[in-house]
């Protein structure tokens, strides 16, 4: 039994991943962005542990998300699985790019971490140059950072695992029903990297889609592009990132 920590767990690929791991009797802590969704949450799945409240687009709240979840314990995992698409790209950055890094930087190191990151990754901005919190990033840019920040935090802590995911295109909220890929293994693979003692599943570094690793952006492994985002998340929350290691 694993102690699993997932962000956006309200509804979409959070939810079902989180009833998932739930079926398989593993416990599971759950957050939503406000305390009415969280308690909704819990009333989906009152096989849970726990519902957390913060708005990841606020830094101070996001920081207090930090203690909450320390205060419950260490986890097993920890599934960065929040995220916003039909926003700002101020919104965009705080939710899907800042708020992963913070929470990386203040949560006790699980033995996992998996980040949900997109096939649009490849058309973010590799070199950082839009990388602004006044004026946010694209959707496909955050996506890049998902897989650097999962990258960098595989190479900084090798006592651990740390991937990212593709669920693909999958006909939730966010995706729309029209989306064409397997929902079912949209989440799977969350679940999969999480607890599996699967040999396949117990790797660092990689991207993942559907159980199966994929061809990702190669930037996202070269160090210096790694440590310049560690740097300027860093700059930008005052927060950083455990460990010296480089």
């Keep these: 039994m694993a102690g699993i920590f997932i962000t956006g767990s309200a509804d979409g690929l959070g939810h079902l991943v989180a009833k998932l791991l739930i079926s398989q009797g593993h416990q599971v802590v759950l957050h939503a962005r406000n305390v ?22 606020n830094l101070e709240e996001t920081k207090n998300l930090a203690a909450e979840v320390n205060a419950l314990g260490s986890f097993d995992a920890v599934i960065h699985n929040a995220g916003v698409y039909r926003a700002t ?13 913070i929470l990386t930087c203040l949560v006790q ?13 490849t058309q973010g901005d590799a070199r950082l140059n839009n990388l602004s919190q006044e004026k946010g990033v694209s959707y496909s840019d955050s996506k890049l950072h998902n897989l650097i920040l999962s990258m960098a935090a595989a190479r900084r802590w090798p006592d651990i695992f740390s991937n ?12 729309g029903s029209g989306a064409p890929d397997d929902l079912e293994k949209g989440y ?22 559907h159980q199966k690793e994929k061809k990702c952006l190669s930037t996202a492994g070269d160090i210096s592009v790694q440590e310049k985002f560690i740097s300027l998340c860093e700059d930008i929350t005052g927060i950083p990132f455990p460990g010296n290691e480089r």
């Design 164 to 175: 990212a995911v593709d669920p693909g295109w999958v006909p939730t909220k966010m995706g």
């Design 89 to 101: 790209g101020k919104e965009i950055f705080a939710v899907n790019s800042l708020a992963p890094y």
């Design 36 to 57: 009415e969704r969280a308690q909704q949450a819990l009333d989906k799945l009152p096989g849970a542990e726990n519902a957390l409240a913060a708005d990841l687009s």
């Design 188 to 209: 799977q693979t969350q679940a999969w990297l999480a607890v599996s003692e699967d040999e396949e599943a117990k790797v660092s570094g990689r991207y993942f889609y």
């Design 109 to 121: 190191k699980p033995k996992r971490l998996i980040y949900l990151s997109s096939g649009m990754h």
